[in-house]
């Protein structure tokens, strides 16, 4: 089993910053994609931004220039920087990651999610 620990959430104004972390307990598997989803109250969850294990990312269109995502392989640890926030990007943030196991049959991917941490952005 892979558990996916978050941090960084918390209370912020329009307009600041906040640093989401999240890294993965196990070392022994290969972990691919990486990225961060968000679900607002009443919303379905959403893609915020992705990142492969070679470092190409994609971002959700509304947070685009505003977001960046980065990852460390050594440390199965991925980021998501958060500049220029808005009351919109109140959400609770996941955590995602696809891991690779590989079986005496051949490998498979598994996604794994972190357990969430909430952003809120009011002044």
């Known amino acids: 089993q892979v558990q996916l620990v978050e941090s960084g ?7 600041g910053s ?3 972390s999240c890294a993965a307990s ?7 994609a990486m990225g961060w989803y968000r679900q607002a109250p ?9 990142i492969t294990r070679g470092g190409s990312t994609n971002y959700a269109d509304s947070v685009e ?7 460390d392989n050594a440390k199965n640890t991925v ?9 919109e990007d109140t959400a609770v943030y996941y955590c995602h990651a696809r ?12 996604d794994y999610w972190g357990q969430g941490t909430q952003v809120t952005v009011s002044s």
């Open 65 to 71: 220039g505003r977001f960046t995502i980065s990852r």
């Open 9 to 15: 959430g918390g209370l912020v104004q329009p307009g």
């Open 42 to 50: 009443g919303k379905e969850r959403g893609l915020v931004a992705a």
């Open 99 to 110: 891991v690779v196991i590989s079986w005496a049959r051949g490998p498979d991917e598994y």
């Open 79 to 87: 980021y998501l920087q958060m500049n220029s926030l808005k009351p």
């Open 26 to 32: 196990e070392s022994r598997f290969r972990i691919n």
């Open 18 to 20: 906040l640093r989401l």
